[in-house]
């Protein structure tokens, strides 16, 4: 298992920019992949962004790429998730996840509340 927690949400206006901040404590040799996933109110979660631990490489979700950007601390277990352009849509729970040795998301922080005000 793996602990995670999140840090680094709040309130910013439209156009503004919020840095997320994930720290991964445990069994940490074996992450695969750190992710980022969203729910809006009365919407289901969805994935935001996802990176894999060896080698950095990552994928996006169409709705915020150009505009967010995670990457990689192996050094402190990090994720980091750099939001710029924020929209009202990006309003949300923000939550961190581990996968370890692909075998899916299975480890989960307790969410970060990302408010963007038009």
């Known amino acids: 298992q793996v602990q995670l927690v999140e840090s680094g949400g709040g309130l910013v206006q439209a156009g503004g920019s919020l840095r997320l901040s994930c720290a991964a404590s445990?069994?940490?040799?074996?992450?695969?992949?750190m992710g980022w996933f969203r729910q809006a109110p009365g919407k289901e979660r969805e994935f935001v962004a996802a990176i894999r631990w060896r080698d950095g490489n990552s994928n996006y979700a169409d709705s915020v790429k150009g505009r967010f950007t995670i990457s990689r601390d192996k050094s402190k277990n990090t994720v980091l998730l750099q939001m710029n352009s924020l929209k009202p849509e990006d309003t949300a729970v923000y939550y961190c996840a581990a996968d370890l040795s692909a075998n899916g998301w299975e480890n989960w922080g307790q969410g970060t509340q990302v408010t963007v005000s038009s």
């Open positions: 445990g069994r940490t040799f074996g992450i695969y992949r």
